[in-house]
């Protein structure tokens, strides 16, 4: 029996956390998101006002709508002001330490009976609900990035996590209009398990000369009907991001499939993280991405 859901409170309004709170206040759901200065927390805000306006533009919502759904949405710097939530999805750095002292903190203040939930791409579940005083209430909801458009969220149990939290956490993202899959608490989950080493393998591959960067994106869109290429879509990743995460999958399972291949770790060392710095396997300085040249 899944429980009642009316109001949710979402930690982190950085590239996940915001997305995560439109998506519930466009669900209906009463949202209350938090973030550690006024500051970040209005940067957040801004991105949910920006998306919700282009969408009144685009003819897909009226203002009347978009109004209500920014309504639904109360941003806070105090942990406080989750205390009455159903349901608390965090999506703060990834950063297991930051992680525990922030479940320890609202373990105290949010409601017994209420569902916890982490965003983690690569931590142990376990871990995170271990030190909360209600491991059985205790979940993973891995959402994908942009949460506002992709289809999919992963929703882990625990060793611990009781079957009436895990119903709560699949129905809760079903009425979001998300496809739930369920999965266990293994390092990368489905998607990450399978899409990171593939990346890997597609640096591997540039790095024994089988293709340029932009051949072997061509060939994977052309040959195996991807929308994006390997090397594209981890720039839109982050490389920083591919690189904790396969440290994280290669500590767990010591396979070298998970490995760091030299080259992400110079890339990494030169400080071009994809999209996100401008450059990474391309350049996307000028009007349309070019290969980077010093790769
Ligand atoms: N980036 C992705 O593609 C992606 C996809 C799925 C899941 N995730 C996961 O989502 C989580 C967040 O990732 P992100 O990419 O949004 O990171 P991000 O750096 O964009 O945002 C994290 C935000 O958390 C805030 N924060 C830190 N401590 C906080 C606290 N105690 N309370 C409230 N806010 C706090 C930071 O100020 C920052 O704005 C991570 O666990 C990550 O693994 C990321």
Request: with cysteine.
């Amino acid at each position: 029996m899944a429980q009642q859901i009316e109001k949710v409170g979402v930690l982190g309004a950085g590239l996940m956390g915001h997305g995560i709170a439109q998506v519930a206040a466009q669900a209906g759901y009463e949202v209350v998101l938090r973030e550690v200065d006024e500051a970040t927390l209005a940067k957040g805000v801004g991105k949910i006002e920006k998306q919700l306006a282009r969408a009144v533009e685009k003819g897909k919502s009226s203002q009347q709508d978009a109004d209500a759904v920014r309504g639904r949405i109360k941003e806070t710097i105090h942990y406080r002001d989750l205390a009455d939530c159903d349901l608390v999805i965090e999506a703060i750095t990834e950063n297991l330490a930051l992680k525990l002292e922030m479940w320890k903190e609202i373990d105290e203040i949010v409601k017994p009976e209420a569902v916890f939930a982490t965003n983690t791409s690569s931590l142990a579940v376990i871990d995170q609900a271990a030190v909360t005083g209600r491991p059985g209430q205790f979940v993973g909801l891995h959402y994908f990035n942009p949460a506002q458009v992709m289809k999919l969220v992963e929703v882990v149990r625990c060793v611990t996590t009781g079957d009436e939290a895990f119903d709560t956490a699949l129905e809760f993202a079903r009425s979001e209009g998300k496809l739930a899959i369920p999965t266990k608490d293994k390092a990368g989950f489905i998607v990450n398990r399978l899409l990171v080493p593939y990346m890997l393998d597609a640096i591997r591959a540039y790095e024994e000369g089988v293709g340029s960067v932009g051949e072997i994106d061509e060939a994977m869109k052309a040959g195996a009907g991807h929308p994006m290429g390997p090397l594209t879509l981890a720039d839109f990743v982050g490389l920083d991001t591919l690189g904790s995460i396969c440290d994280v999958l290669f500590e767990e399972f010591r396979e070298r499939r998970f490995a760091r291949p030299p080259l992400l770790r110079k890339i990494l060392s030169a400080g071009w993280f994809g999209r996100k710095t401008g450059i990474g396997f391309y350049d996307y300085s000028g009007e349309s991405p070019v290969e980077n040249p010093g790769i």
